[in-house]
């Protein structure tokens, strides 16, 4: 016969044991969620050029790689080893002859400092379109701009082929490339080239976060 103080001693070991089953199931969910939910690496060049993406179900990881080719793609390579990410995001500034505050997103790079050897059979151009949409990325994203990256802040508008220009894209996208890593640019154009000088784009970039940020969390939403 169990008295009064039998059943008490009954009751906690099954609550006890039903918390444990119920913090198991929330630990278990847990990294379950974290198995499932998508890893993006965000790349961008300067600190003036960052915006935090709030999208639900993603885990974001942030990387600034310093401006210029050869650091975008040191710094975005070892990033890449850390974080393993399901695909890179560069967002950043560019500069080129259309209105200050249009966004492109960019899927198809050119390399203008290697394009100059193109005579030598030497690759300049990269594009990120097919490996984006055999991941499932960005498919309800319908623009496709050219980005043209080198090692030089223009000033004088040359003959430049492309819809913007920067100093990094091309580089982390052959990284990404190279990885078979999805890798898609947003570029806010904070600079026309032949009238703004690098002065000019320093003062643009509070307004180039605040376009990123409306663009990734207003416009898009999720990936």
Same mark, same amino acid.
């Given at each position: 016969?169990?008295?009064?103080?039998?059943?008490?001693?009954?009751?906690?070991?099954?609550?006890?044991?039903?918390?444990?089953?119920?913090?198991?199931?929330?630990?278990?969910?847990?990294?379950?969620?974290?198995?499932?939910?998508?890893?993006?690496?965000?790349?961008?060049?300067?600190?003036?050029?960052?915006?935090?993406?709030?999208?639900?179900?993603?885990?974001?990881?942030?990387?600034?790689?310093?401006?210029?080719?050869?650091?975008?793609?040191?710094?975005?390579?070892?990033?890449?080893?850390?974080?393993?990410?399901?695909?890179?995001?560069?967002?950043?500034?560019?500069?080129?002859?259309?209105?200050?505050?249009? %966004?492109?997103?960019?899927?198809?790079?050119?390399?203008? /400092?290697?394009?100059?050897? #193109?005579?030598? @059979? *030497? !690759?300049?151009?990269?594009?990120?379109?097919?490996?984006?949409?055999?991941?499932?990325?960005?498919?309800?994203?319908?623009?496709?701009?050219?980005?043209?990256?080198?090692?030089?802040?223009?000033?004088?508008?040359?003959?430049?082929?492309?819809?913007?220009?920067?100093?990094?894209?091309?580089?982390?996208?052959?990284?990404?490339?190279?990885?078979?890593?999805?890798?898609?640019?947003?570029?806010?154009?904070?600079?026309? %080239?032949?009238?703004?000088?690098?002065?000019?784009?320093? /003062?643009?970039?509070?307004? #180039?976060?605040? @376009? *990123? !940020?409306?663009?990734?969390?207003?416009?898009?939403?999720?990936?």
């Amino acid at each position: 016969m169990v008295n009064g103080r039998g059943l008490f001693a009954i009751y906690q070991e099954y609550t006890l044991a039903f918390e444990i089953i119920i913090l198991s199931l929330r630990i278990k969910n847990r990294f379950l969620k974290n198995d499932f939910m998508l890893k993006i690496l965000v790349t961008y060049a300067v600190q003036g050029e960052f915006a935090e993406i709030k999208w639900p179900d993603a885990e974001v990881y942030y990387v600034r790689t310093g401006i210029g080719k050869v650091k975008a793609a040191f710094h975005l390579a070892e990033a890449i080893r850390q974080v393993e990410p399901d695909i890179v995001i560069n967002m950043g500034t560019a500069g080129i002859h259309h209105k200050v505050g249009d %966004i492109f997103v960019c899927r198809h790079f050119i390399d203008r /400092d290697m394009q100059k050897l #193109a005579g030598l @059979g *030497l !690759s300049y151009q990269l594009d990120t379109s097919a490996l984006l949409e055999q991941k499932g990325f960005c498919k309800h994203w319908t623009e496709s701009a050219t980005c043209n990256t080198g090692d030089s802040f223009l000033t004088e508008l040359t003959d430049i082929e492309g819809d913007v220009v920067d100093m990094e894209a091309y580089a982390q996208a052959f990284v990404c490339n190279s990885k078979e890593i999805p890798f898609i640019s947003v570029k806010y154009v904070s600079d026309v %080239i032949g009238q703004n000088s690098v002065k000019h784009w320093e /003062d643009k970039l509070a307004d #180039a976060r605040t @376009g *990123l !940020s409306h663009f990734f969390n207003v416009l898009k939403e999720s990936i």
